[in-house]
């Protein structure tokens, strides 16, 4: 089993995160509770584990034996606490309606967006389906697993998973970690 993590996660998160690449591994390795997420092929997992600084979501996607880390989100145990479950996809999905964006795909708006098909207006132009509303201009984290497909006359988006945090609002939660 080989697992990567991308330079993006150990330039931004590690730094913003005071977390090592360590951490990240073992929470992939021995989480105290691990979801698996499979969709159109994709096959995604999300890891939870209460570290020396709170709790750390890592999210990775697995192909074959390989495992590449997606998504990384340390979170406060009193946000864990009160959310009274360590379901990874549930602590996600309450952190995304906490620090997420909205999102607009088509006519449909939301924060979190998973295993759903969304038919898509012929005046739609497929590649730019999905919108991120972010009237604070906000610096953010895109996290989206979509496929584009023909159904008769129409193009459905088949989403897998589409989210997006405000990162701007998560740094300074986590400033406030300390």
């Known amino acids: 089993m080989k697992i990567t993590v991308p330079d993006k996660i150990k330039m931004t998160n590690i730094p913003l995160m005071g977390i090592t690449e360590a951490d990240i591994l073992k929470t992939i390795q021995t989480p105290e509770s691990k979801e698996r997420f499979l969709h159109m092929g994709l096959q995604l997992e999300f890891h939870l ?26 979170i406060k145990r009193v946000f864990i606490q009160q959310l009274n479950t360590k379901n990874p996809i549930q602590v996600l999905e309450s952190f995304i309606d906490r620090f997420g964006l909205e999102i607009r795909i088509d006519r449909e708006t939301d924060k979190f967006f998973i295993k759903k098909a969304v038919p898509l207006s012929p005046s739609v132009d497929p590649t730019r389906a999905v919108t991120i509303i972010n009237p604070g201009n906000h610096e953010f984290w895109l996290c989206q697993y979509i496929q584009i497909n023909r159904s008769g006359n129409y193009l459905v988006l088949q989403v897998a998973i589409v989210y997006c945090i405000d990162i701007t609002k998560y740094k300074q939660w986590i400033r406030e970690m300390g």
């Open 49 to 74: 584990k209460n570290i020396r600084k709170g709790y750390l979501l890592v999210v990775t996607r697995n192909e074959g034996q390989d495992i590449s880390v997606s998504e990384v989100y340390l």
